[in-house]
């Protein structure tokens, strides 16, 4: 899979933009949703430091096993490995703003 979307960024200078944009409105989305849910969360104290630590631990997991896969799956010869890279972190992010948005629901509504 990592091989095809290789290839498809390097048809045209398109779908290369095309990526690259679509990570940056991930990492914008994700990171914008992590500030707003932080902020409803409230005042830092004990109580929102455990949860923010959760979030936190969570995002760490996910990026041992992007890098994981990362490291696994991409080969020497591969051209954009900094595009596939940054969108793996980009999937990083939104895990843990998904798991925030979770920790909010069960918390707080």
Request: proline content about 1%.
């Amino acid at each position: 899979m990592i091989d095809v979307l290789n290839n498809w960024m390097a048809e045209s200078s398109q779908n290369f933009n095309i990526i690259v944009a679509l990570t940056m409105i991930l990492h914008a989305g994700s990171i914008f949703m992590l500030i707003y849910i932080g902020k409803k969360f409230g005042k830092p104290d004990e109580r929102t430091n455990a949860i923010y630590l959760k979030i936190t631990s969570c995002m760490f997991t996910t990026q041992m096993i992007m890098i994981t896969i990362f490291i696994s799956l991409v080969d020497n010869n591969i051209e954009y490995f900094r595009q596939l890279f940054i969108l793996f972190e980009g999937i990083v992010f939104l895990v843990g703003a998904i798991y925030a948005f979770r920790l909010y629901r069960k918390d707080f509504i």
